[in-house]
């Protein structure tokens, strides 16, 4: 996109792009451009000047008239260039598809959040069939090497993390931005760096090897208290090509404030395991074929 800067500069200012609508019609001298217009001539002839060197007016001398004419060739290249971005960003199953769909969940959450415990005992199941068997799957949710890369949704990095893989045994976690290094900028001020994306901290229940998981894990608001508790329970299974895993999500203690949470789990703890899925598939040199799935479930319901 740099080549087309100067030209995007030049088009930006509205007495510009008056011009060029009217050279777009057909080719005029600078008075005539002047008067059209509603402007000085010395003015018109700089926006001109500054339209040639972009490269998208061209110019002669006819007899005592200075006479300018569009290039389209570079409006064209603009398009195409314009074109491209939007189709990068509108590419189905993109990084907008989610952003649009996170936004939808936003609206309706928020709504529907009046009061503590408006989300009480929603719940999510989710499904993944593994390539590893179940002791490979169960050190890539336990021990947090192999946690640190996958325990994030697609946008997001786990910057600080603990999983004590234990009955009783204590959890915390820390998101940056995935394109945020964290390391306070080439300055060294801290302010250089973004905050910390989200926090979280629980304890794991249950924690039995290669079999059954479970734990709550709670988000941090920004004052430091709970945005909801999670009771999340994962069962393994060991099948022929791997392992089975199913997962359900439990939402208790919610609070006004974990609307914005709620609305993004479905996406961004499925991200997590289709992330999880690629992990355990590269370590063992083959990829899940299963698609996956995911289920969402209701329980109290909002009363209005």
């Given amino acids: 996109m740099d080549d087309a800067d100067p030209l995007l500069t030049a088009l930006a200012d509205p007495a510009r792009w008056r011009l060029v609508r009217l050279l777009a019609e057909r080719p005029r001298p600078v008075g005539v451009l002047a008067q059209l217009a509603e402007a000085r ?3 018109t002839t700089k926006h001109l000047q500054t339209l040639e060197r972009a490269g998208v007016v061209t110019s002669q001398r006819s007899g005592q ?8 060739g570079p409006l064209r290249d603009l398009a195409a260039t314009l074109g491209r971005l939007a189709d990068t960003a509108d590419r189905a199953g993109g990084s907008r598809e989610t952003y649009d769909r996170y936004g939808r969940g936003l609206a309706s959450e928020r709504l529907a959040a009046k009061g503590p415990g408006w989300a009480d005992e929603r719940s999510f199941r989710f499904h993944r069939s593994l390539a590893g068997d179940p002791d490979a799957v169960w050190r890539h949710l336990t021990e947090t090497a192999l946690l640190s890369h996958w325990w994030a949704p697609d946008d997001l990095r786990v910057s600080d993390l603990a999983f004590e893989a234990r009955p009783g045994g204590r959890i915390l976690l820390e ?6 290094s964290g390391d306070a900028g080439h300055s060294g001020d801290p302010e250089d760096s973004e905050p910390v994306a989200g926090r979280g901290d629980g304890v794991v229940d249950v924690a039995r090897p290669g079999e059954r998981l479970a734990y709550r894990l709670s988000p ?10 999670a009771h999340v329970d994962l069962t393994l299974r060991p099948t022929g090509a791997g392992t089975d895993l199913d997962v359900h999500y439990l939402i208790a203690d919610s609070t006004v404030e974990s609307a914005d949470f709620i609305a993004g789990l479905e996406i961004g703890f499925g991200q997590c395991l289709d992330k999880l899925a690629t992990a355990v598939g590269t370590a063992h040199g083959t990829a899940p074929d299963a698609p996956p799935t995911s289920t969402r479930t209701e329980g109290k319901q909002v009363q209005p």
Avoid: C, I, S
Avoid at 175 to 180: L, Q
Avoid at 220 to 229: E, Q, S, V
């Fill in 41 to 43: 001539q010395p003015q």
């Fill in 65 to 72: 008239r200075r006479v300018y004419a569009l290039r389209p």
């Fill in 175 to 180: 998101y940056r931005d995935a394109e945020d």
């Fill in 220 to 229: 941090r608001l920004p004052d430091g208290g709970a945005a909801f508790t």
